[in-house]
């Protein structure tokens, strides 16, 4: 098992670009989630899915997209990214409810954007 | 206001030593309690899990307690290794909700020789 994997691991945009952050499972977990983390505060929910076909905000959804075509991915899409996305982009996936079982978290995506 | 809060934000401490890592809560109602331990570069690997009804739970040198009337949780580090640098974030969750977290910001650990 692979695990949660992330692509790519580092990122630089211009002001105003789009791009996609990947993430795969291979342990055919129900809920994925993506988080970022800024210095100096806690991790915040960006977009999360329960399931193929089901996606649903979080705390902080404005700027980015989400889908989940199939069980194993789950990419988050940047429509126009401005300097206030630069962060770490964390994907997260648990088998069932998370509160439960936990997230087994990728290693991270680090965008700068300029 | 749901947060989660953790002291003291950095920490050194000498290889050997024991360490104690404090954590706050004014979650409520809760479903249980992690502490993660994240790697510089890497993503945050579960630790310990307590439900409300737990007061401590043991993963090798990692203890964990709780006290759910005070809503105060630690994380014990006995006879450190320089491999424990690292942030140690604790995580609140709500009952019933799947995804409801509340993560802390942290408490960056660095084990010195």
């Known amino acids: 098992n692979a695990g949660v994997t992330q692509t790519p691991k580092f990122q630089v945009l211009k002001t105003g670009q789009s791009m996609t952050l990947q993430c795969a499972q291979d342990m055919n977990h129900e809920y994925m989630s993506w988080y970022r983390q800024d210095p100096g505060m806690g991790l915040r929910l960006i977009h999360y899915?329960?399931?193929?076909?089901?996606?649903d905000q979080g705390e902080v959804p404005n700027g980015y997209n989400v889908s989940r075509s199939t069980t194993e991915d789950f990419p988050l899409r940047l429509l126009s990214a401005a300097p206030s996305q630069t962060s770490v982009y964390f994907c997260a996936s648990s088998p069932l409810k998370g509160d439960l079982y936990g997230y087994t978290f990728g290693s991270g995506t680090r965008l700068t954007v300029v | 206001k749901n947060q989660v809060e953790q002291s003291p934000q950095s920490l050194i401490i000498l290889e050997g030593k024991n360490c104690t890592l404090q954590?706050?809560?004014?979650?409520?109602?809760?479903?249980?309690l992690r502490w993660y331990k994240q790697d510089t570069g890497r993503g945050p690997v579960s630790l310990t899990i307590m439900t409300f009804s737990e007061n401590t739970k043991s993963n090798r040198r990692y203890t964990a307690t709780l006290d759910a009337d005070t809503k105060q949780s630690s994380l014990h580090i006995t006879a450190s290794q320089l491999s424990d640098s690292a942030s140690y974030i604790c995580?609140?969750?709500?009952?019933?909700?799947?995804?409801?977290?509340?993560f802390g910001t942290g408490t960056s650990l660095t084990v010195i020789p």
């Open positions: 899915s329960v399931g193929a076909g089901i996606t």
């Open positions: 954590c706050n809560y004014t979650v409520s109602p809760f479903s249980n």
């Open positions: 995580v609140v969750s709500l009952p019933n909700t799947g995804n409801q977290f509340y």
